[in-house]
């Protein structure tokens, strides 16, 4: 497990620094843009199209970075009263959980990426197809469900040893 989890860290690692890459094109677009409003040039043609989808890229593709490092909000009031095997056993069904709507919102993706790419849907002024951004989401969301699968794998390890979650 100790590999698997290794490649799981070093793909959510590199698409994490993709969003990155994005964030920080996305502020030089912005910037840029304002300047050249500034100077009495105009604007940069496209520019809401080009951070719409960055932004699509940012939050995408930093979803499964975020849930490796367990950077979500949790609510624990109730479950960390619990024994640590039965804090366990919660993990496991809300992982369960969060696995199964992962699953069907990628597979909606997929279906909704075909969908746009058969119809030739793009943005208006540069023409920008829609459906590379939604494939690029259903494939970040379906790395978040092999993290989450990884991180379900170590609870149940946990639960039948009887050692606490981590």
């Known amino acids: 497990m100790n590999k698997f989890e290794k490649l799981v860290g070093s793909v959510t690692g590199k698409v994490a620094y993709v969003a990155i890459v994005a964030l920080v094109v996305c502020v030089g677009l912005v910037v840029a843009n304002v300047v050249k409003r500034s100077l009495g040039l105009g604007l940069i043609s496209g520019t809401n199209e080009l951070v719409t989808l960055l932004a699509a890229c940012i939050l995408g593709l930093g979803i499964p970075y975020l849930t490796s490092v367990k950077g979500h909000v949790a609510v624990g009031i109730l479950v960390d ?86």
Not at 120 to 141: D, E, I, K
Not at 142 to 161: E, G, M, P, S, Y
């Open 81 to 166: 009263r619990l024994a640590p095997r039965k804090q366990a056993v919660f993990d496991v069904v809300t992982y369960a959980i969060s696995i199964a709507i992962g699953i069907l919102i990628t597979w909606a993706l997929v279906e909704l990426g075909q969908y746009n790419q058969a119809s030739g849907w793009h943005t208006g002024v540069l023409r920008v197809p829609f459906y590379y951004f939604v494939y690029m989401l259903a494939g970040s969301l379906a790395l978040t469900c092999v993290v989450l699968i990884k991180d379900l794998a170590r609870v149940v390890i946990n639960v039948v040893k009887g050692s606490k979650a981590t």
